[in-house]
């Protein structure tokens, strides 16, 4: 029983994890995803554009993954995913 506690949780983990592994750069990411955006129009283009703009407010307090949840999201709406975009350069 007490294996089953343990493991559990670090499936979870496991599983989690590929989702961040993509490094973001507070830097280069939102000018890539505003890029992108002002390329494809519309209103996911309007809401990827407002993600980008929390996720640059949470790189200024120093919270990079919670801002890469908000990049990613940004990018999904776009229909792409962060390791897509071209040259993310980490530690931004």
């Known amino acids: 029983m007490l294996n089953r506690l343990i493991i559990l ?7 989690a994890a590929p989702a ?3 490094e973001v ?3 280069n990411t939102p000018a890539q995803i505003r890029t ?9 283009a309007t809401k990827a554009v407002k ?10 307090a120093d919270a990079r993954f919670e801002a ?8 999904k709406l776009l ?3 962060l390791a897509a975009l ?3 350069t980490a530690g931004q």
């Open 9 to 15: 949780p670090l499936a979870l983990v496991a599983f």
């Open 20 to 22: 961040a592994a993509v």
């Open 25 to 27: 750069s507070c830097k």
């Open 36 to 44: 992108l955006a002002a390329t494809k129009g519309g209103e996911d």
């Open 51 to 60: 993600l980008v703009a929390t996720g640059e407010k949470l790189c200024a």
């Open 68 to 75: 890469g949840k908000k990049f990613a999201a940004a990018a």
């Open 79 to 81: 229909g792409t995913e």
């Open 86 to 88: 071209p040259t993310a």
